[in-house]
């Protein structure tokens, strides 16, 4: 029984030339044709021919990268090129933001391979925009508009939570709103944004600051600036966990303080009850000799007289200072 090899499937491939347009691949090697400034292939992770097209055609290095299970944002410079892990706003249907997607990414002098796992909206917009002639003219500007859309996204979802942050503090500090149902999630993910966007920016600042020669010089102060823009939205993300912290501690001071008053209203009272209910069961015995079983006013009389003690004991209280 014969098996067929399977063949490698892109999900896009484009021949880039110098002046920005593009063209799809002929074919998936490395090696773009006469007149192309550069190739770029764009792959999906989960695709069966990866493994043994990426052993035929890309250094150790670079499969390492591209194949990896369990990613973290990293920068690995080797003699071929270069390799670059980063992570992306998890903006697909039905998941959470927080669970960010990796993109894995090898850049040489001619080519650039990225892989996903997931859908990677950054690298969808950035193809829509070759697909109208305005693509990059060099594999390092490639690389510089990949981290731009990933970051521009973080940056956005700092922002967004920065928002339902003030709209929770007006809830808690001005409006008094008890309880906050999505305070919980909320500080849930902002842990897990800080958790990815931290490597993250460390990356981005260490790609800015590389040696290597695949990187222009004019564009080390734009990825500089991309990387502070990934910190400020880390920071961003920060302040918000801080403010989260500091409205659940509020929240749980004000309950603690509610809980106290409640039961402290409620030990009054009970002492104040409690000569009276020492009354009430001694003249509940059925024994003989009680006072008042044949007095038509008896019960009036303990009544009122339990009015009197009831009364004598809170002013007894608040002289005191019980209350």
């Not at 290597?212 to 502070?228: H, N």
């Not at 008896?298 to 009364?311: N, S, T």
Request: include cysteine.
């Amino acid at each position: 029984m014969s098996t067929e090899t399977p063949t490698l499937v892109p999900l896009c491939g484009y021949d880039i030339r110098a002046d920005g347009s593009a063209r799809p691949c002929a074919d998936l090697g490395v090696a773009p044709p006469d007149g192309v400034s550069y190739r770029w292939l764009h792959l999906d992770l989960s695709d069966r021919a990866l493994a043994d097209w990426s052993t035929q055609h890309l250094p150790p290095l670079a499969r390492r990268t591209l194949l990896a299970d369990k990613t973290r944002p990293r920068m690995d410079q080797g003699e071929n090129g270069l390799s670059v892990t980063l992570r992306g706003v998890n903006l697909n249907e039905d998941e959470e933001d927080a669970d960010m997607v990796s993109l894995r990414i090898w850049i040489s002098d001619r080519l650039i391979v990225t892989v996903r796992r997931q859908r990677v909206f950054a690298v969808d917009a950035l193809r829509a925009r070759i697909e109208q002639g305005d693509a990059p003219h060099s594999p390092d500007h490639m690389l510089a508009r990949l981290t731009e859309g990933l970051v521009a996204r973080v940056e956005q979802i700092a922002f967004d939570r920065e928002d339902l942050a003030d709209d929770m503090e007006d809830s808690v500090y001005e409006e008094n709103r008890q309880p906050l149902t999505d305070l919980a999630p909320l500080r849930r993910e902002i842990i897990k944004l800080r958790r990815h966007v931290s490597p993250l920016a460390d990356t981005l600042q260490q790609l800015a600051l590389s040696d290597t020669g695949l990187i222009a010089d004019d564009l080390r102060a734009r990825m500089r600036d991309t990387a502070s823009r990934c910190r400020w939205a880390l920071e961003e993300l920060s302040e918000v966990h801080d403010r989260l912290d500091a409205m659940a501690d509020h929240l749980d001071a004000v309950a603690a303080t509610r809980l106290e008053r409640n039961g402290y209203r409620l030990s009054i009272v009970a002492a104040i009850f409690l000569p009276l209910g020492f009354l009430t069961g001694l003249f509940g015995v059925n024994v003989g000799g009680m006072p008042g079983i044949d007095h038509d006013n008896a019960f009036a009389i303990l009544c009122i007289g339990m009015v009197a003690v009831g009364a004598v004991s809170a002013l007894i209280m608040r002289w005191l200072r019980w209350f």
